[in-house]
């Protein structure tokens, strides 16, 4: 080893530190003289997760290639594919779909990645979630759906995307608590009557066809 050259542990460091801003030349260089790919930093970082929640997409691709593990986990329990689709990272987000991760993961506390997309209404990742198969209704370990989260934190566009998508707005927590328990944003008040009238509608329809047979 040349003098001065990083040891191990300080080449895994600058790999995290490069993917995450986005250093594609100095991951690959760090990669080519020892770095460990799958390198665990503070909080169980990888250097993917780091490149894709930040949005890298080149550098998340370079580092798939290299073989980085698709399903590693950060200290909270998110994927690559949660932490991009979380930050809105449309584009690394469509990476990692296309390369196989799993669209179900879920962190400690049962999110998965359409959740934590719809949680900080990021509706671009979280449509691309959607149309990728992802789970409407999957609940948190509190019984939270994204639709419940999306109501609570007030972001219309998520709770607009997957109202059209079909999520069940009678759905309650483990504590039974439903959309109106606290849906405090006029927009998406509106989006909810909109969705009972349409959905009252079709059991007024459903009532009148089974009664006509």
């Known amino acids: 080893m040349a003098q001065g050259a990083p040891d191990g542990d300080t080449?895994?460091?600058?790999?995290?530190e490069a993917a995450d801003r986005g250093n594609e030349a100095e991951v690959a260089a760090l990669l080519d003289n020892g770095a460990a790919v799958n390198a665990v930093?503070?909080?169980?970082?990888?250097?993917?997760?780091?490149?894709?929640?930040?949005g890298h997409t080149d550098v998340a691709r370079l580092l798939l290639k290299r073989g980085a593990e698709l399903e590693a986990k950060n200290q909270t329990g998110l994927t690559a594919l949660a932490a991009a689709a979380m930050q809105g990272r449309a584009d690394t987000?469509?990476?990692?779909?296309?390369?196989?991760?799993?669209?179900?993961?879920?962190?400690?506390?049962?999110?998965?990645?359409?959740?934590?997309a719809c949680a900080f209404g990021r509706?671009?990742?979280?449509?691309?979630?959607?149309?990728?198969?992802?789970?409407?209704?999957?609940?948190?370990?509190?019984?939270?759906t994204p639709l419940l989260i999306a109501v609570f934190n007030a972001q219309a566009e998520a709770v607009k995307l997957l109202l059209e998508h079909g999520a069940d707005a009678e759905a309650t927590s483990n504590a039974g608590r439903g959309v109106w328990s606290r849906c405090d944003d006029a927009d998406c008040k509106q989006l909810l009557e909109r969705a009972e009238s349409i959905q009252r509608w079709h059991r007024r329809r459903g009532l009148a066809l089974w009664g006509s047979v």
């Open 11 to 16: 080449k895994n460091v600058a790999l995290l």
């Open 93 to 116: 987000t469509r990476l990692l779909l296309e390369s196989g991760a799993d669209i179900e993961t879920k962190g400690t506390s049962g999110a998965t990645p359409l959740y934590v």
């Open 123 to 144: 509706h671009l990742t979280a449509r691309l979630l959607l149309d990728s198969g992802a789970d409407l209704e999957a609940k948190t370990t509190s019984g939270l």
């Open 41 to 54: 930093g503070r909080r169980s970082m990888t250097a993917l997760i780091a490149a894709s929640a930040e």
